[in-house]
């Protein structure tokens, strides 16, 4: 986080005069400020997820183990559906996380140009101009982050339901398989305590992956500066 934020800083330092001029200071400072932050957080996010799925593993193959066909069929389910939300959400993800970096950039434009311009603003009285200006962006960046943040909601909602339905499915394979009463209760105890920690792990997975898709237009961008600005450099 710190180098990258240093060597933008110093690429833009680095920038000839025209360089400097045609750039809006806007797009750097959100860079630094916003998108570098963003983009050091998903090295967090990528060791979350490599940490849950060796979670979700484990306990899949323990239960695997102990009740093959039942713990088979559930775990296939839960794969699946999880990869249908995945593939379903992912495209919509990416387009939000785009529109989030797009929208931020125009805040910060529309805010740099305001205070640079604010005794003009103050004389001509235009504030409800410069008002009205910054709406939309505002309007559009906080929406895609209220968006998304639905969107990671639903996958928590989702495999509890699947889970309640997982086990009624259990007991009535398990009863029509003539296994006792108590048998039955003890293995709904161990598929109880590995879906307390599994369902946890699902949605943290699924988060995780979201997050990596809603913050990959930042990681394109910062690395597309660098370069460019390297490339002119050079």
């Given at each position: 986080?710190?180098?990258i934020?240093?060597?933008l800083f110093r690429l833009r330092l680095d920038q000839n005069f025209i360089q400097f001029y045609e750039q809006k200071s806007s797009n750097i400072l959100n860079l630094i400020t916003k998108e570098v932050a963003n983009y050091a957080s998903m090295v967090l996010v990528f060791f979350s997820l490599i940490s849950e799925l060796c979670i979700f593993l484990s306990l899949s193959i323990f239960i695997l183990i102990y009740q093959p066909f039942v713990s088979l069929l559930i775990v296939a389910i839960i794969v699946l559906l999880?990869?249908?939300?995945?593939?379903?959400t992912k495209g919509y993800t990416e387009k939000q996380g785009k529109i989030r970096l797009e929208n931020s950039r125009k805040q910060l434009n529309i805010l740099n140009d305001a205070v640079g311009s604010f005794v003009n603003i103050k004389l001509y009285k235009l504030q409800s101009f410069f008002s009205s200006l910054f709406a939309k962006p505002n309007y559009l960046f906080n929406t895609s982050v209220k968006k998304i943040k639905i969107l990671k909601s639903i996958p928590k909602i989702l495999f509890e339901f699947l889970i309640i339905i997982s086990m009624s499915v259990t007991i009535l394979i398990l009863y029509k398989n003539n296994i006792e009463a108590e048998n039955i209760l003890v293995v709904l105890g161990v598929f109880a305590a590995a879906a307390y920690r599994i369902l946890p792990s699902i949605t943290k997975i699924l988060s995780s992956l979201q997050s990596l898709k809603y913050n990959v237009a930042s990681v394109?961008?910062?690395?597309?500066?660098?370069?460019?600005?390297?490339?002119?450099?050079?």
């Open positions: 986080n710190i180098q934020t240093q060597k999880g990869s249908i939300f995945f593939q379903l394109e961008n910062i690395l597309s500066i660098i370069l460019e600005e390297e490339k002119k450099n050079n």
